[in-house]
């Protein structure tokens, strides 16, 4: 059966975060996601989560002074040691929240360089943190031009390089769509190497079931495969969270 986790960086954006988690619970979801939790005291968050009983299935890495500033250092060469700070800081909270996976990301680089790096990067995160899971997320050079970790094939090549089992895909069905053109396909080129999965449609970013998206097709896809993973709602709803929460019912649980 598919499992639906919130991204409450996205939904419910008008709320206090432990009171998203609140929302979350309410509306039927059986997990949620924080991009950068790093900001609310790591208690606060954790009592929302025991109390509705929802598990943290991912936060990102880098932890705090990134607003406004760079999306990760992974692949940046000279940066290393700002890297193990920030991943030994994301450990923490990460394990502090009990969240899921941790998504590393890789920041602005470009060329073979910044691979080797991101590469290396990962393998020492991997063997620092051999019980947590860690992902990694191709994302589409339109909404964030510059940064390194922009294609499917490359993230595949890097996992392959990494050569760690506590190493997977983030596969993010909207970067899929705008970057190949076709996630569905994409999904059956790459969905083996997935820990988890994010959606929303395109164009637009919003709901699943308001762009071009075949989503009755790639959740079929999804159970088929055998996927077991978090499938995690990270879109800008068009209008009330709620009120755009038919796909849920109708298109995801039949
Ligand atoms: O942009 C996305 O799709 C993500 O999942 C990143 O984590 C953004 O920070
Ligand atoms: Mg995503």
Redesign the pocket.
């Known amino acids: 059966m598919l499992k639906f986790a919130a991204?409450i960086?996205f939904l419910w954006k008008d709320l206090a975060l432990p009171n998203r988690v609140r929302a979350a619970a309410a509306a039927g979801f059986d997990a949620v996601e924080v991009?950068?939790p790093y900001d609310t005291p790591a208690p606060e968050l954790k009592r929302a989560l025991d109390q509705t009983g929802l598990p943290l299935a991912l936060i990102?890495c880098p932890p705090p002074n990134y607003t406004g500033g760079e999306?990760g250092f992974a692949a940046v060469p000279g940066q290393e040691d700002r890297f193990r700070t920030d991943f030994r800081r994301a450990l923490r909270y990460a394990q502090a929240l009990g969240a899921g996976h941790l998504?590393v990301?890789s920041g602005p680089a470009e060329g073979s360089e910044a691979e080797t790096c991101l590469i290396a990067n990962l393998q020492w995160a991997c063997d620092f943190a051999p019980d947590h899971s860690l992902t990694i997320?191709p994302?589409n050079p339109h909404?964030?031009p510059g940064y390194f970790l922009n294609d499917f094939d490359q993230a595949a090549r890097v996992i392959d390089a990494v050569d760690r089992a506590n190493l997977g895909l983030?596969f993010?069905a909207?970067?899929a769509q705008r970057i190949t053109g076709d996630a569905l396909a994409c999904w059956a080129a790459h969905g083996h190497r997935a820990r988890h999965v994010?959606i929303a449609d395109h164009p637009g970013r919003h709901e699943p079931g308001s762009g071009e998206i075949d989503f009755p097709s790639f959740f079929a896809a999804l159970v088929a495969d055998g996927y077991d993973g978090w499938i995690s709602a990270?879109y800008a709803p068009a209008a009330d969270v709620e009120a755009g929460l038919g796909w849920l019912a109708e298109v995801a649980r039949g």
């Open positions: 991204n960086s991009l950068f990102n999306r998504h990301m997320e994302i909404d964030m983030q993010d909207y970067h994010q990270e």
